[in-house]
C-alpha cells in the first residue's frame, strides 16, 4: 500500500493566488481529514469527510478555504485567494470507522505564500 | 475549552537513556487518547491509542500510561536510539469526532 499521497509537497505562491492542495487516501479507507500545522498553533484540524460526505467543517478558518471529495479516492482543499498567514504545513490523513479509528497521515504539502 | 498540554516543550537526552513524556488534559467526555511520533518533515504516526478503561499500552520501547481520574497520560521510552529524535504529540478524542491535539515534545537524542 503506497500510504497517503499528498501533492504537491511544496507550493510556493504569491499572496491572492488560488491554491489546490490534493490528496489520495488509503483505498478502502472512508474517512479523510484535512489539518494545518504550523509552529505557533500545532496540529488544526481543518474538515473531515464520512463516505464523501462532508461531516465537520468548523476548523475551516474563513470563506477563502473549500474541501471537496468527489469520490472515495480524490480530495483537494482549496484556498483563494491566499494570504501569507496560510503558510503552514498542509496534512490529510485517512482512516477506517470515523475518527474512532487510527489515522495515517500523508507527507504533508508545506505552503508558502509570500 | 477543551484543551490538551505537554511537558516539556523539549528535551535533550543521550542516547540508551530512557526518558518519560507528559500530557495533561481537560477533555471532558473522553473517548480516547493517542500518542503520535513525528519525524522533521513527516506526517505524523500512530504509536499508541488508549480508551478510557485502559492504562496502560506498549508498543515495542514506547509504553503510555494513562490516569483517567487526573486526565494525566505519559509516554515513556526505554534505551532512546538516535531514531527516537522527533516530535511526540498527545491527541484526545473527546467522542463528537474531533480530535483536539497537543502542541508537542520536541525531543533529541544525542550520542
Known amino acids: 500500500d503506497a ?23 488509503i483505498s478502502g479507507h472512508n474517512s479523510l481529514f484535512w489539518y494545518r500545522q504550523t509552529m505557533m498553533r500545532g496540529l488544526e484540524l481543518l474538515i473531515y469527510f464520512n463516505n464523501n460526505v462532508p461531516i465537520d467543517d468548523s476548523g475551516m478558518p474563513e470563506d477563502r478555504f473549500s474541501a471537496k471529495m468527489p469520490n472515495a479516492s480524490f480530495s483537494t482543499l482549496k484556498i ?22 487510527e489515522q495515517y497521515f500523508g507527507p504533508g504539502t508545506r505552503l508558502t505564500v509570500t | 475549552k477543551n484543551q490538551v498540554e505537554q511537558s516539556p516543550q523539549s528535551l535533550i537526552i543521550l542516547e540508551g537513556k530512557n526518558c518519560t513524556l507528559q500530557c495533561n488534559y481537560t477533555v471532558s467526555p473522553f473517548s480516547n487518547l ?18 478510557f478503561s485502559e ?9 503510555a500510561t494513562l490516569d483517567a481520574d487526573t486526565k494525566q497520560s505519559s509516554l515513556h521510552i526505554t534505551a532512546s536510539q538516535l531514531s527516537d ?13 474531533k480530535l483536539t491535539f497537543g502542541t508537542g515534545t520536541r525531543l533529541t537524542i544525542i550520542p
Open chain 2, 85 to 97: 529524535s522527533a516530535s511526540y504529540i498527545c491527541v484526545v478524542n473527546f467522542g463528537n469526532e
Open chain 2, 55 to 63: 492504562n496502560t499500552k506498549s508498543n515495542g520501547r514506547y509504553t
Open chain 1, 80 to 101: 483563494q485567494p491566499s494570504e501569507p498567514r496560510d503558510s503552514a504545513v498542509y496534512f490529510c490523513a485517512s482512516s477506517w470507522d470515523g475518527e474512532t479509528g
Open chain 1, 3 to 25: 500510504g497517503v499521497i499528498q501533492s504537491p509537497r511544496h507550493e510556493v505562491t504569491e499572496m491572492g493566488q488560488e491554491v489546490t492542495l490534493r490528496c489520495k487516501p
Open chain 2, 34 to 51: 493517542r500518542w503520535y511520533k513525528q519525524d522533521t518533515g513527516r506526517g505524523p504516526v500512530s504509536l499508541t491509542i488508549m480508551t
